[in-house]
């Protein structure tokens, strides 16, 4: 099985910076396209960011472009999301999802894998 567990999240105020990781373990079948997700209260789980297998393709919710940057690390098994200039708005559980196929999609019917989440709150 693959395991997915998100990593660097907590309480912050706005403009600031934050980096979330997301270790992966278990099954490999490399290669896979993997992405981020969240999740804010009363609100349904929406796209963040996501990224093929070899970190050549990238794309973005437009709300999040320009401040925020997925990467990865297939050595290490490791995903990230560089979060920076923080706002409020972006206060939510962030997920980080794996994909069975090396297609990286803004859909959370792509993702095969799903970790528990990391909570960002971000004060005004």
């Known amino acids: 099985q693959v395991k997915l567990v998100e990593s660097g999240g907590g309480l912050v105020q706005g403009g600031d910076s934050l980096r979330l990781s997301c270790a992966a373990s278990g099954r490999t079948d490399a290669p896979y396209a993997m992405a981020w997700f969240r999740q804010a209260p009363g609100k349904v789980r929406e796209f963040v960011a996501t990224i093929n297998w070899m970190g050549t393709y990238t794309y973005y919710t437009n709300s999040v472009k320009g401040r925020f940057t997925i990467s990865r690390d297939n050595a290490k098994n490791m995903m990230y999301l560089q979060m920076n200039g923080l706002k409020p708005e972006d206060t939510a559980v962030y997920y980080c999802?794996?994909?069975?196929?090396?297609?990286?999609?803004?859909?959370?019917?792509?993702?095969?894998?799903w970790g528990q989440g990391t909570q960002v709150s971000v004060s005004s």
């Open positions: 999802a794996r994909s069975i196929r090396d297609l990286a999609s803004a859909r959370i019917g792509a993702y095969d894998y």
